[in-house]
C-alpha cells in the first residue's frame, strides 16, 4: 500500500487521501459498496466499474462457504472469479459473531460457526480467516475481531476488546508468515463498546501495532450511535494510515464521519434499499413505491449521471415495475451507487478547495429541508467546529441519537 494524505480541511478533521494498491488507486474518503458474495446484488462488476467505482467489498464468511476455498482457488483468487478488475477489500467474519450469533460460540480459540445452510460446525480462528482471506486474494483483508452488538454492557465489552487485541497478534502472526504483504494489506479493528474507556485502551493496544498492520477500522459503531466514538477513535488513530468506519452507509451518516476524520466506510444499504423501491437524492430518499408517482415522467434527479437518470428511465415506470421486475431494482442500484459516490466525490472536491464546511451547511439544508436536523449531526459537527444552524437558529432539530428513515411508514418519501 501507498497512502498519502493531500489535502486537510482546516475546520474539521476531514482530509482527502490517494491509496494505492495492487489493483489501482482509490481516491479517499470513499464509500466502498458491498458485494457479499462476489456480487452487487443487480449490477456485473463491469457495470460497477464503468460507475466508477475502485474499491468494493466481499464477505469472508459467506464465500468460505460459498462457493468455497477449491473454487476460488481455482478461479485465482475472487477478483477473478468475480471478473473485478479494481480494489477489493474483505471482512474476517468478525461481524458474523453478531448477525449469526445464535449459530456461533466464541471462545478463545476462535469462533464456532453452525452452517445456517447445512448445521455443519465450522470453526473460524484469527489463523483460519487471515487464510481464508489469502486466497480470496483481496486487497485489504481484516483481522478476526470479537464483535459484540453496541447494546452490550457489563463485562462481556471488555473481555471482547481484550480478545480483539490478542486475536490481532495472532493475525498479524498468521500474515508476516504468508509471503503475501507486499500484494495483501491487514487492518486492525478497534472495539470497546460505548465504553470510552476501553476505546482508549484498544486504541492504545493496536497503534503500539502499527508496525503490524496497514490500517485501522473503527468497529461495533454501525448501530445508529451518536460519534462521539467515532471521533475518539478517529482522534488517536496515525495520520499516516487509512481509518475505515465499517457499516457507514446513510449519507449523513457519511458525510459526519468524514468531517471527523474517517476515510473509508462501507454499507448495504444503497443497494438493498433500493430492492425496496427507495431512491436516494440529494433532497433525501425518494420512495418509488408511493401512488403520487403514477403519472411522474421525470427521471429520479434531472442532475444525476447516472445511466439510469442519463436514459430518462422515469418515475412512473420505476414504480410501475418495482415489486414486479428486477429491471427496476437494478436500475434503482445503479442510481444509487452514483449518488453515494457523488456524496463522497464533491466531499473530496471541497476538502481540496478549502469549502468542505460550506459543503456541509449546502448539503444538509438541501437532504432534510425543513423536516428538521437530526441532533447528533448537529452535536458532531459541532465538535469540529461546523455549526448546521448557524444562520439559520429557527431550523427544527430532531432529538435522538440516530433517526433512521422508515419506508414503510414516513409518508414525507
Not at 471478473?83 to 480459540?109: A, C, P, Y
Not at 504483504?181 to 478497534?190: C, E, G, P, T, Y
Request: with cysteine.
Amino acid at each position: 500500500m501507498e497512502f498519502e494524505v493531500i489535502a486537510k480541511c482546516k475546520t474539521t478533521k476531514a482530509r482527502v487521501s490517494r491509496m494505492k494498491l495492487a489493483h489501482g488507486v482509490t481516491m479517499l474518503p470513499t464509500f466502498m459498496p458491498v458485494a457479499t458474495q462476489a456480487a452487487i446484488k443487480g449490477l456485473t462488476s463491469q457495470q460497477m466499474e464503468s460507475l466508477g467505482v475502485t474499491l468494493i467489498l466481499n464477505n469472508t464468511y459467506h464465500l468460505n462457504l460459498r462457493p468455497g476455498l477449491d473454487v476460488l482457488k481455482t478461479a485465482g483468487g475472487a477478483h477473478r472469479f468475480q471478473g473485478w478488475n479494481r480494489n477489493l477489500l474483505t471482512d474476517s467474519g468478525g461481524f458474523q459473531l453478531v448477525s449469526l450469533s445464535k449459530f456461533t460460540t466464541i471462545t478463545e480459540e476462535g469462533a464456532l460457526f453452525a452452517s445456517p445452510f447445512t448445521g455443519e460446525p465450522t470453526m473460524l480462528t484469527p489463523e483460519e480467516s487471515i487464510s481464508i482471506q489469502h486466497t480470496i486474494g483481496a486487497d485489504i483483508i481484516m483481522q478476526l475481531d470479537d464483535v459484540v452488538s453496541s447494546l452490550t454492557t457489563g463485562p462481556r465489552v471488555e473481555e471482547a476488546m481484550e480478545r480483539s487485541v490478542r486475536w490481532l497478534d495472532r493475525c498479524i502472526a498468521q500474515h508476516n508468515k504468508s509471503g503475501k504483504k507486499d500484494s495483501q494489506n491487514l487492518f486492525a479493528i478497534v472495539q470497546g463498546g460505548l465504553n470510552p474507556h476501553l476505546r482508549d485502551r484498544c486504541l492504545d493496544m493496536m497503534v503500539a501495532r502499527k508496525d503490524g498492520v496497514a490500517g485501522y477500522a473503527i468497529g461495533g459503531l454501525s448501530g445508529g450511535e451518536e460519534k462521539g466514538d467515532i471521533k475518539q477513535c478517529a482522534d488517536k488513530l496515525p495520520d499516516e494510515r487509512p481509518r475505515y468506519s465499517m457499516g457507514i452507509g446513510f449519507a449523513e451518516d457519511l458525510l459526519v464521519c468524514v468531517a471527523l476524520g474517517v476515510d473509508m466506510a462501507d454499507c448495504v444499504f444503497p443497494t438493498r434499499t433500493a430492492r425496496f423501491g427507495v431512491a436516494l437524492t440529494h433532497s433525501g430518499p425518494l420512495n418509488l413505491r408511493l401512488s403520487k408517482h403514477t403519472k411522474d415522467f421525470g427521471p429520479i434527479d434531472d442532475s444525476c449521471p447516472c445511466p439510469t437518470c442519463k436514459d430518462k428511465v422515469s418515475r412512473a415506470i420505476l414504480h410501475h415495475t418495482i415489486t414486479h421486475e428486477t429491471a427496476a431494482a437494478h436500475a434503482i442500484t445503479m442510481h444509487n451507487v452514483v449518488f453515494q459516490a457523488q456524496v463522497m466525490g464533491r466531499a473530496r472536491e471541497a476538502i481540496i478547495a478549502g469549502t468542505f464546511p460550506d459543503y456541509l451547511q449546502t448539503f444538509f439544508a438541501q437532504y432534510f429541508g425543513k423536516a428538521g436536523y437530526p441532533e447528533w449531526c448537529v452535536n458532531a459537527l459541532r465538535s469540529v467546529g461546523v455549526d448546521l444552524l448557524e444562520g439559520n437558529p429557527n431550523q427544527k432539530v430532531i432529538p435522538g441519537t440516530g433517526a433512521k428513515w422508515e419506508y414503510s411508514d414516513n409518508p414525507a418519501l
